[in-house]
Every structure is written in C-alpha cells, then in structure tokens.
C-alpha cells in the first residue's frame, strides 16, 4: 500500500540522451546530487537534495527509435497500478507502457490522457516517491497543461476522483484539483495560440521550489537553459518557466515571496 493518497503527485523523472549533462545542469540550478546509476534497471539514476531523493534521471532504452525529446514525467500515487490502468482506458486514456513490477521499488505504468498529455502512475513498494517535497531543490507543484480543458478535466476527475474547482476570473480559465480537503493537488492552464506553437504537445508543468527565483534563472541561462516566461510574482509565489539545455520543460518557484490576494475559487 501506498503512504500517499490515490491520485496524489509521488515522483518524477526524465529520459535524457545526456544524462551527464542533465546531472551537471539540474545541479547547477536545483543544488542536486547524484546517487549511482542501477544498471539493473536501464541506468536509472537518483537525485537528491540535501541527502533526500526529489527526483530521477534515466538514458534512453536501448533499441529506442530516433532521439527521444527529453520530457519531466509526473507519477501520481495509485494502491494499486493495475486497476488505475483499467481507470485510464475506460476513461479514454491510453496505456503508452502497461502496468510492470520494478524490483522491489513498486510498480509503474505511464498512460496518456485523451488530449495528449503524459503522465506516469506509481504504487509504492520499497520506493515510496518524494523524500523531500516543497522544500528548496524538491516538487511543489504540477499543472497540466492543454488545448482540450473540458476533456482533460473530466479524464483525471474520472481516473483519481478528484474534486475541482475554478479560479473566478472571466479571462483565465483555471482550474485546481483536490482530493476533498482543503489542500490542492493539481492546477489545469489552457494553452493558447498566442503562447504555445502548434508543435508543443500537451504536456505537465512542473514546479521545483527554489529560495529565489530571479537567481535561479540566472543559473538555468548560465549552464545552457533558456528562460520562456518570466520570472513573474503570484499570490503563489514569484515563478518562470525554463527550458534545460536538452529541451525539457520545467518551472522553478519561490513560494515564499507572494505578491497580491489568493484567487477565489468557484
């Protein structure tokens, strides 16, 4: 059984032709450090922060074709993977990689909603997800982002029985998943035509937490990275959006400096 709740963000990882790289840049900007590659499991290898694990870098199968493009994946916690699988086809998802035992760590499938967003599920074993969350240098938010809000929305109410609501603004549509408490699990943006090229797949955003923003940045350009939105300040914190030097998406996000009144919610 998992410690988290059903449907609640557990960890993340990314697939990267340069795993060399991709450890010299997310320690550069994120402060990361690097345990051993299992070569068991495909050179999976963890990051930590602080001596906790916040994330995992991975190189390409082999045998895959063409280059793969470097992407964040999100997992949400599941009690048990194989019947979110079943939640996921019946909901309109598809299974990219079918519910599979990894050692003793847990268990994992990676699915796609109905408009094209990837997303990964995990049932604890010895592998229980974040050690450290919120914290500098670790996840503290995820927001899906999609073209098709309408049919997202109801895929991921559907599969995790989240409760959603709205942002009250006539110009945003914004939505925020919960799992019936007051604590929100998951944000909802729509892409625009103005802010996101046809050839950019739905995708989910996440956050990592940094002490500040603007020197965060600065480290992200220094090591390769290009900055594609900000940094801008939120009731939520002051945040941008950056692309690492392999061209996974990513936020960083200083939770601690806030700017203006929390949104109502509908």
Same mark, same amino acid.
């Given at each position: 059984?998992?410690?988290?709740?059903?449907?609640?963000?557990?960890?993340?990882?990314?697939?990267?032709?340069?795993?060399?790289?991709?450890?010299?840049?997310?320690?550069?900007?994120?402060?990361?450090?690097?345990?051993?590659?299992?070569?068991?499991?495909?050179?999976?290898?963890?990051?930590?922060?602080?001596?906790?694990?916040?994330?995992?870098?991975?190189?390409?199968?082999?045998?895959?074709?063409?280059?793969?493009? &470097?992407?964040?994946?999100? %997992? +949400? @916690?599941?009690?048990?993977?194989?019947?979110?699988? $079943?939640?996921?086809?019946? /909901? !309109? =998802?598809?299974?990219?990689?079918?519910?599979?035992?990894?050692?003793?760590?847990?268990?994992?499938?990676?699915?796609?909603?109905?408009?094209?967003?990837?997303?990964?599920?995990?049932?604890?074993?010895?592998?229980?997800?974040?050690?450290?969350?919120?914290?500098?240098?670790?996840?503290?938010?995820?927001?899906?982002?999609?073209?098709?809000?309408?049919?997202?929305?109801?895929?991921?109410?559907?599969?995790?029985?989240?409760?959603?609501?709205?942002?009250?603004?006539?110009?945003?549509?914004?939505?925020?998943?919960?799992?019936?408490?007051?604590?929100?699990?998951?944000?909802?943006?729509?892409?625009?035509?103005?802010?996101?090229?046809?050839?950019?797949? &739905?995708?989910?955003?996440? %956050? +990592? @937490?940094?002490?500040?923003?603007?020197?965060?940045? $600065?480290?992200?350009?220094? /090591? !390769? =990275?290009?900055?594609?939105?900000?940094?801008?300040?939120?009731?939520?914190?002051?945040?941008?959006?950056?692309?690492?030097?392999?061209?996974?998406?990513?936020?960083?996000?200083?939770?601690?400096?806030?700017?203006?009144?929390?949104?109502?919610?509908?």
């Amino acid at each position: 059984m998992t410690s988290r709740p059903e449907g609640t963000p557990a960890w993340t990882d990314a697939m990267f032709t340069d795993v060399e790289g991709a450890k010299s840049f997310y320690g550069d900007v994120l402060g990361w450090t690097f345990g051993e590659a299992s070569s068991e499991f495909g050179n999976y290898t963890q990051a930590y922060r602080d001596g906790k694990a916040v994330a995992a870098v991975v190189p390409p199968m082999p045998g895959q074709d063409g280059e793969p493009q &470097s992407a964040w994946c999100l %997992y +949400f @916690a599941s009690p048990d993977v194989a019947a979110t699988a $079943e939640k996921i086809k019946s /909901a !309109g =998802g598809t299974l990219l990689m079918e519910p599979m035992q990894v050692g003793e760590f847990g268990s994992m499938c990676i699915a796609q909603d109905p408009t094209g967003v990837v997303f990964g599920v995990w049932q604890a074993g010895t592998h229980e997800g974040f050690e450290r969350e919120g914290e500098t240098g670790s996840y503290v938010w995820a927001e899906v982002f999609t073209r098709e809000p309408k049919k997202a929305d109801a895929f991921f109410t559907q599969v995790f029985g989240y409760n959603s609501k709205k942002i009250k603004d006539e110009h945003m549509d914004y939505r925020v998943f919960d799992l019936g408490g007051d604590a929100p699990v998951l944000g909802r943006m729509v892409m625009t035509p103005d802010d996101f090229p046809a050839e950019i797949p &739905s995708y989910i955003q996440i %956050y +990592f @937490a940094v002490d500040n923003c603007d020197k965060a940045v $600065e480290r992200a350009e220094a /090591a !390769g =990275g290009r900055k594609v939105f900000g940094p801008m300040d939120s009731p939520f914190g002051r945040f941008a959006a950056i692309l690492d030097p392999q061209g996974a998406a990513f936020a960083v996000i200083d939770v601690k400096t806030t700017v203006g009144e929390m949104p109502e919610m509908v």
